[in-house]
């Protein structure tokens, strides 16, 4: 049985979100929802988000033993960038970006692949 869950456009830079995820893959749920919490980067809260819910997916359509879901996929792709310029002296301006991920947890009962 697989569950997955989508956070689209976070507000969070998708490099500094794939060093957090990258600590709870093909780790076991309560061991990911553990690291998590202990990880003190803001990445960690929005993933934490993400995969709850897609333990509450898992919940919903089988029902089944929730101890026994292993994190079988996290992906973090880049989203929309938010771009604008900072006014500067002279008449100038600086070039700022406000990047956006799309965060995708998939739990599955399979174990590793």
């Known amino acids: 049985m697989k569950a997955k869950a989508i956070y689209r456009y976070a507000q969070i830079s998708p490099q500094k979100a794939r060093l957090v995820a990258a600590l ?3 780790k076991p749920v309560n061991d990911a929802l553990q690291i ?3 990880t003190r980067k803001r ?3 929005v993933i934490d988000k993400v995969l709850r819910s897609a333990l509450a997916n898992a919940e919903e359509t089988a029902g089944g033993n929730l101890d ?4 079988q996929e996290t992906r973090v792709n ?12 002279r008449g100038m301006g600086a070039p700022m970006v406000s990047r ?3 965060i995708t947890v998939v ?5 590793k692949r």
């Open 107 to 111: 739990v599955s009962d399979e174990g």
């Open 36 to 38: 998590l919490r202990g």
């Open 68 to 71: 026994a879901l292993v994190v």
């Open 43 to 45: 990445a960690a809260y």
């Open 24 to 26: 709870i893959k093909g």
């Open 78 to 89: 880049c989203g929309p960038m938010h771009k604008w310029h900072w006014a500067r002296p």
């Open 100 to 102: 956006t991920s799309h």
